[in-house]
């Protein structure tokens, strides 16, 4: 597909605004952005530019923190997210529209409706690779994981900078499986043009860049009173749209 220069504006001040969101809470802008692709492209050239899109963004954020990386959470979640891309890749899922929107709507009420026994903490022994398997399988589907893999660093005790970091690495290795997963596997990669796809990974390294500043006047305890905050209304958001979608 060639994009058109109105497109190809619009999509570029997503991509600024919704990077400057993520890179301020480390969550919220890709399914904004996901949520925009989704109305103006199809939905293979949606999941394959949204992961461009989100693998630059991410990256750039994890390379201005790198020295707050906690590479063991790391390492565990790539484990898991390698085990879903493999089952995925046997199967070759697409799903439709309405279920990609239902499958963000309900994740976060689920992660927060779990009893406090056994609630989700990256932290806790083995939930580093749940995390990676359940959120590398919700991307694959549903094209993002965020408020599910919130739900796994909200309960944490990091530091606001240490959580950005760390989620942003884990949502590099997710974007890069979806890259290859909808561009290569399932083979929408031809799909993509390459202007837009240079427009939006440049705004991204600017809108994540801008977020800096921000992050530094926030207190680590106003950062997870809005992380929970925008999960919750995001999910009420995809939820609702899901099944408006499904009835219409």
């Known amino acids: 597909m060639i994009a058109s220069a109105a497109l190809l504006a619009g999509l570029a001040a997503a991509s600024v605004g919704t990077s400057f969101v993520s890179g301020i809470l480390g969550m919220a802008g890709g399914m ?3 949520g925009i692709l989704l109305a103006a492209l199809p939905l293979p ?27 063991r959470i790391v ?34 009420f689920v992660g927060l409706a779990l009893p406090e026994r056994v609630y989700l903490n ?13 959120c590398a399988a919700l991307s694959l589907t549903a094209g993002i994981a965020g408020p599910l893999l919130d739900i796994f660093f909200v309960r944490s005790r990091m530091t606001r900078h240490r959580v950005i970091a760390t989620k942003a690495v ?15 596997i399932v083979g929408t990669g031809a799909a993509l043009d390459a202007a837009l796809a240079a427009t939006m990974v440049v705004t991204a390294f600017v809108g994540t860049s801008l977020s800096g500043y921000v992050v530094e006047r926030m207190t680590d305890a106003s950062f997870r009173s809005w992380t929970r905050r925008v999960i919750v209304a995001l ?11 499904l009835v219409r």
Request: charged share 10%; with cysteine; glycine share 10%.
């Open 170 to 184: 884990t949502q590099v290795l997710s974007h890069l499986l979806k890259i290859v997963y909808y561009g290569v």
């Open 32 to 34: 904004i952005l996901l």
């Open 122 to 134: 990256v932290e806790r022994r083995g939930h580093s690779f749940a995390c990676g398997l359940a």
């Open 235 to 245: 999910g009420l958001v995809y939820l609702t749209s899901g099944v408006v979608v």
């Open 45 to 71: 050239a949606a999941m394959a530019l949204h992961g461009v899109t989100q693998f630059a963004s991410n990256g750039w954020r994890a390379a201005m923190l790198r020295r707050d990386i906690d590479w």
């Open 75 to 108: 390492r565990g979640y790539a484990i898991g997210a390698l085990a879903a891309l493999g089952a995925f890749t046997l199967a070759r899922v697409v799903l439709p529209k309405p279920a990609v929107l239902i499958a963000m709507g309900i994740a976060p």
